[in-house]
């Protein structure tokens, strides 16, 4: 399991930077997409194991959200 954790979070880190790229994504979209990838990764380093990845990347993508969100209203 934690020899596909790395290749998880490359996958999403990659899919999120071509939909910044391709300008399909808004701030709130990417902010979502960045948070759950780094929220998943300080959740597994911090508490470990599955549910701390995916606890982090829910927190993480909350809170990316809505900073995206306040940089689309600007």
């Known amino acids: 399991s934690s ?3 790395p290749h998880t979070w490359l996958t999403a880190l990659a899919l999120t930077s ?3 790229l ?3 994504a808004n ?3 990417l902010g ?3 948070g759950a990838v780094a929220g998943g990764l300080v959740g597994d380093a911090v ?3 599955t549910i701390g990845t995916l606890g982090g990347a829910a ?3 909350v809170i990316g959200n809505q900073i995206g969100k306040n ?3 600007k």
């Open 3 to 5: 020899m596909q954790q």
């Open 18 to 20: 071509t939909l910044a």
């Open 22 to 24: 391709g300008g399909c």
């Open 27 to 29: 701030n709130q979209q």
């Open 32 to 34: 979502t997409g960045v």
């Open 47 to 49: 508490l470990g194991g």
């Open 59 to 61: 927190a993480g993508a």
């Open 71 to 73: 940089q689309d209203q």
